[in-house]
């Protein structure tokens, strides 16, 4: 089963820190119903090392723009 869901989620250059960028998509997510897969998604950017890796991994749940 894929994960991308096909939500897409404006980010701007406000959103610096990964904690802001995953509240948007968090927030996206449980909107349209897929909680669990926001849960999921946690567990995999909390193991990321870096922003850049992290937001890849946000990238495969919904379409970052």
Known sequence: MSKQTGIKVQ?????NNIFTVMEKVTN????KGYI????AMWDEVNQC????AA???INEYVELQ
């Open 49 to 52: 090392d870096s922003y850049k």
């Open 11 to 15: 980010i701007t250059e406000y959103d």
């Open 36 to 39: 669990e897969l926001a849960s």
């Open 55 to 57: 937001l890849a991994k």
């Open 28 to 31: 996206a997510l449980s909107e």
